[in-house]
């Protein structure tokens, strides 16, 4: 017989992911953002009270709320739908047909076993099959995958599937090399590792492509 905690504890130190859709109750958007704040401040106002803080100092008394605001509006704000950026495309009337990389995205993210930060940065890329991106429009998509309880690999697969249904071409690849602070900052504390993801669709999971893509990342970008 499985030992469910010694398997879900087993999951959160492996990163494991089993889909790449942030596992959500149906109801989770019954609630408004408000009242969401409110639930929350008060839930966390009890963490601290267990932890044994005293919450009548001038340093703690808006703790409660300022992190719930933080969850809700801030770091976990890429749960909510109405928040997706607008991936608008445009016709490539100028004929680009070489692969496009956008090179060192930042990435800040929140780990969902442990709710630590995970920083890093995603090199993204595409080739045009007849529409092109605004570049803005990759940062901001990676924005709002990584605004959520993740695991790298996911976050990795949602922009990678996220630019091919805009683009409409399955030509699209994501690398995401970052660090993971339950991992730097708890249990083993290896302040050095850090963690690398790939998703690579259509042509660049021809190993030409996926060699380009490769050698234009480690690329030295001079100002």
Do not use: W
């Amino acid at each position: 017989m499985i030992d469910k905690e010694k398997f879900q504890e087993e999951i959160g130190d492996n990163h494991f992911s089993l889909s790449a859709v942030n596992p959500l109750r149906d109801d989770a958007f019954d609630m408004s953002d408000d009242e969401k704040i409110e639930k929350i401040k008060k839930d966390f106002e009890s963490i601290l009270l267990t932890l044994g803080m005293d919450l009548t100092d001038d340093s703690l008394k808006g703790t409660p709320n300022r992190v719930a605001k933080m969850f809700v509006k801030e770091i976990f704000a890429g749960l909510k739908p109405d928040n997706k950026p607008k991936a608008s495309t445009f016709e490539n009337n100028y004929k680009y047909g070489e692969m496009l990389v956008e090179k060192n995205i930042i990435v800040y993210s929140t780990c969902e076993h442990h709710l630590l930060p995970i920083i890093g940065r995603a090199h993204v890329a595409y080739i045009s099959n007849g529409r092109v991106i605004g570049l803005s429009k990759m940062n901001r998509i990676v924005e709002y995958y990584s605004k959520r309880p993740q695991v790298q690999e996911r976050l990795t697969m949602q922009i990678v599937q996220e630019l091919q249904m805009a683009l409409g071409t399955e030509d699209v690849a994501c690398v995401i090399d970052a660090k993971h602070l339950c991992v730097n900052s708890r249990g083993i504390s290896d302040i050095e590792s850090s963690t690398v993801t790939s998703e690579f669709g259509g042509k660049f999971k021809e190993a030409q492509s996926r060699r380009e893509f490769l050698d234009y990342i480690k690329m030295e970008t001079k100002f």
